[in-house]
């Protein structure tokens, strides 16, 4: 997988600052609204719609899975029996946001909490985020993600 990071970092001849391309930085930060909106709603499809076809997903020990099929088999099974609230934040809590040509690589502190359906005591699950998103003109907001990797806290 950080192989294709990599390739996709270096496919540009050059990375700059998100905030050197206010456009593109717009559009990210769109796209990365609408998913927490997509997630607070449980709306497996509206996620999907900002996730490549060949996303690849490592959430976790024993949490790797490639592809939008798996994508949302794994969103229906989580959201069956509870729901994620993403913690206050979103962009502040961004470490880092490279353009890098036809990519983005992003670096993000994170927190949800997760709250059972059951009725059973839920809990946060923080940690940090390195989401690699690319060019869609077939994406809401011009923008896909490609690959994401957390690192539990």
């Known amino acids: ?3 294709i990071i990599l390739g996709l970092a270096a496919a540009s001849a050059s990375c700059v600052p998100a905030e050197s391309r206010p456009e ?18 449980r709306d497996v499809e509206g996620i999907a ?21 798996a994508l949302k088999a794994q969103l229906s099974e989580t ?5 994620l609230k993403f913690g206050e934040g979103g962009q502040r809590n961004r470490e880092a946001l490279m353009i890098c040509g036809e990519s983005a ?10 709250i059972p359906d059951d009725g059973s005591e839920g809990g946060v ?4 985020t390195m989401v690699v998103m690319v060019r869609s003109k077939d994406a809401p907001h011009g923008w ?3 690959s994401e990797l957390i690192q539990p806290q």
């Open 144 to 146: 896909v993600v490609f």
């Open 125 to 128: 699950f923080a940690g940090r």
């Open 105 to 114: 690589i992003s670096i993000t502190l994170f927190e949800i909490a997760f």
């Open 49 to 69: 719609r900002y996730h490549h076809d060949n996303v690849i997903k490592s959430l976790g020990p024993g949490q790797y899975y490639e592809g939008k099929k």
């Open 1 to 3: 997988m950080f192989d």
């Open 79 to 83: 959201f069956g029996s509870v729901a």
């Open 24 to 41: 593109d930085l717009a559009q990210i930060n769109a796209t990365s609204s609408a998913i927490r909106s997509a997630f607070a709603e």
